[in-house]
C-alpha cells in the first residue's frame, strides 16, 4: 500500500501584512467528519483554488474538496507583493529577460490566460481597484547599472512586440515622491493585488460550490484501492483523486527531494500615512515598482480603506526547512528600514507596523513540479517566485490534465525538464546564501 505521511507542516513567520489590515476574516469551517470526494486539493493558495475553480467549471456535478493547513490567506499566497506579471520575469537573470524571443512569447501568452482567469475570479468575487488594479508596473533604476538594465529590457520587449515607456527621473519623482529613482521602464500589462483580499474572497465565493476547509492541514494520505484515503488531525476524505497545490510543501511528502530550492523573502509595511505625510511625500496614491535589478527592493504604495501605506520587500534567504526565524526575520526589518530611509528621507517619522516573511519555492532549471505523481496523485507546485500568475496557470492546468487528459497549459508543463538535484547539505545551503547576499550585495542602490 503506497503511504505518504507529512514530514513537517507550514510554520509561518510573522503575521501576514495584507491580511491584517483587512476587516476581520469570516471563518470558513475546519474538517471535522469524514466525507468522500472525487477530487481532493491540498493546499488553498493560488495554485489550489484556481484548481478547485478550473475543475468546477470543467464538471460542477464533481465532488471536490479543498483543504488549506490554516487560515485562508495567512500562507505564502497572501504574503507577496502582489505584483501579477504578464510579461518575462526572470529572476536569475541581470534583467529579467527570458530564455529567447519565442519561449517569452509562449509565457506571455500563457501569462495573459492566466490574467484573464483572475479578471473573471474579480468579477464575480466583486473585487474593487484597489484588491485588483490593471494598473501596469514599473521597473524603477537607482544606478547607471539599473538604467542600462531597463534599457536592455526595453529592447528585449520590443522585439517581443511588447509595449514600454521610459520614464525619466523626474517623472519617476513625479510618480512616487521619492527622489532615489533615476529612470523608470513601465509596462502595462502587470495586474496588481491585493493579494489577502484576493484569497479570501475566492475561497468564500468557492465555499458555495464546493467543500472548502481551513486549519484542516493533510497529515498524510494513503492508499485505499483505486482511490485514496487523505488525513487531517480531526477527519479523513476518501477521494479518488489528488491534487498537491502545496508548492515546496510537496517536498514534505516526499516528492522532489534534493530538487526543489525554498528562498525566504521578506516584507514590511507602514502604518497609515497622516495627512501631512501625504503632503509631504507627493507622488501619485497608488504605484508599484519592481527593482531593475531582479535583487533589489520591490516598493508598492497602497491607498483605500485599509489606509495611505508604503510596502518595502528585499532580503532572501535559502531555507531546506521551509521556515525561516524570527531574528532572520528582525534583521530584515532592519534593512527595510534603511532601504525606506534612502527612498523617502523625507519621511523620517513614518515607522513600520507590519513584518513578515513568505516563502517561495524554484527549481535550479526553472522547471515546475507538475504533473502525475502516483496513479491518481498530481502536483501543480514550484512557481518559481511568480506565485501568482504562474500559480494561478498551474492551477487551471492541472484541473484540465485532471479531468480532460491534458491541455496546451498543461502540455506546457509537462514538456519541461524535471526539476535539476541540489548539492547535498551543507552545501547547498552555504551556496545558495552565500549567493543570494552577494546578489542583494551587486544590486546596492536598487
Keep these: 500500500m503506497n503511504r505518504y505521511t507529512a514530514k513537517r507542516l507550514p510554520r509561518q513567520t510573522g503575521a501576514a501584512g495584507w491580511n491584517a489590515i483587512l476587516p476581520p476574516q469570516t471563518a470558513?469551517?475546519?474538517?471535522?467528519?469524514?466525507q468522500t470526494a472525487d477530487v481532493t486539493i491540498i493546499g488553498g493558495g493560488f495554485a489550489g483554488l484556481s484548481a478547485a475553480r478550473r475543475l468546477h467549471q470543467i464538471d460542477p456535478t464533481l465532488k471536490v474538496t479543498l483543504l488549506e493547513a490554516g487560515r485562508f490567506a495567512e500562507s505564502s499566497a497572501g504574503r507577496n507583493s502582489g505584483f501579477m506579471i504578464d510579461l518575462p520575469h526572470d529572476l536569475s537573470s541581470d534583467n529579467y529577460a527570458g530564455q529567447g524571443l519565442e519561449a517569452d512569447k509562449a509565457a506571455i501568452a500563457l501569462n495573459h490566460r492566466a490574467i484573464t482567469f483572475a479578471h473573471e475570479v474579480a468579477a464575480d468575487c466583486a473585487l474593487p481597484q484597489e484588491m485588483f488594479d490593471p494598473s501596469g508596473k514599473i521597473n524603477a533604476a537607482a544606478t547607471l547599472a539599473g538604467d542600462r538594465h531597463n534599457h536592455d529590457y526595453a529592447a528585449h520587449l520590443g522585439r517581443l512586440g511588447e509595449p514600454s515607456t521610459m520614464l525619466d527621473q523626474q517623472q519617476m519623482r513625479d510618480l512616487t515622491g521619492s527622489p532615489?529613482?533615476?529612470?523608470?521602464?513601465?509596462?502595462?500589462?502587470?495586474?496588481?493585488?491585493?493579494?489577502?483580499?484576493?484569497?479570501?474572497?475566492?475561497?468564500?465565493?468557492?465555499?458555495?460550490?464546493?467543500?472548502?476547509?481551513?486549519?484542516?492541514?493533510?497529515?498524510?494520505?494513503d492508499r485505499q484501492g483505486s482511490g485514496w484515503i487523505v488525513t487531517t488531525p480531526r477527519g479523513k476524505v476518501s477521494t479518488g483523486r489528488i491534487i498537491l497545490a502545496n508548492n515546496g510543501h510537496l517536498e514534505s511528502f516526499g516528492f522532489y527531494q534534493r530538487r526543489l530550492m525554498h528562498i525566504c523573502?521578506?516584507?514590511?509595511?507602514?502604518?497609515?500615512?497622516?495627512?501631512a505625510q501625504i503632503k509631504t511625500l507627493g507622488g501619485e496614491p497608488r504605484w508599484s515598482v519592481t527593482p531593475a535589478d531582479p535583487m533589489g527592493t520591490s516598493v508598492r504604495r497602497i491607498s483605500g480603506s485599509y489606509g495611505d501605506r508604503i510596502l518595502i520587500r528585499t532580503c532572501a534567504s535559502f531555507h531546506p526547512t521551509i521556515e525561516t526565524t524570527r531574528m532572520r526575520l528582525r534583521n530584515a526589518g532592519w534593512v527595510h528600514d534603511r532601504k525606506f530611509r534612502e527612498r523617502f528621507p523625507h519621511l523620517p517619522d513614518v515607522r513600520m507596523e507590519h513584518r513578515w516573511?513568505?516563502?517561495?519555492?524554484?527549481s535550479r532549471n526553472g522547471s515546475a513540479a507538475f504533473g502525475e505523481l502516483d496513479q491518481g496523485v498530481f502536483s501543480a507546485c514550484c512557481q518559481n517566485g511568480?506565485?501568482?500568475?504562474?500559480?494561478?496557470?498551474?492551477?487551471?492546468?492541472?484541473?484540465e490534465l485532471v479531468l480532460q487528459g491534458g491541455s496546451d497549459i498543461a502540455d506546457h508543463f509537462l514538456a519541461q525538464p524535471?526539476?535539476?538535484?541540489?548539492?547535498?547539505e551543507p552545501f547547498a545551503s552555504l551556496g545558495a546564501n552565500t549567493y543570494l547576499m552577494w546578489k542583494e550585495w551587486r544590486s546596492g542602490k536598487e
Excluded: W
Design 386 to 399: 511568480l506565485g501568482t500568475a504562474r500559480g494561478t496557470l498551474q492551477g487551471m492546468g492541472v484541473a
Design 357 to 362: 516573511a513568505g516563502m517561495l519555492c524554484l
Design 28 to 34: 470558513l469551517p475546519e474538517l471535522e467528519l469524514d
Design 418 to 424: 524535471k526539476p535539476t538535484r541540489l548539492p547535498p
Design 180 to 221: 532615489h529613482y533615476t529612470s523608470g521602464l513601465f509596462t502595462p500589462g502587470t495586474v496588481m493585488l491585493q493579494p489577502a483580499g484576493y484569497i479570501r474572497a475566492l475561497s468564500a465565493h468557492l465555499a458555495g460550490q464546493i467543500n472548502v476547509y481551513e486549519n484542516s492541514p493533510a497529515t498524510g494520505f
Design 265 to 275: 523573502l521578506y516584507a514590511s509595511m507602514t502604518e497609515p500615512l497622516t495627512e
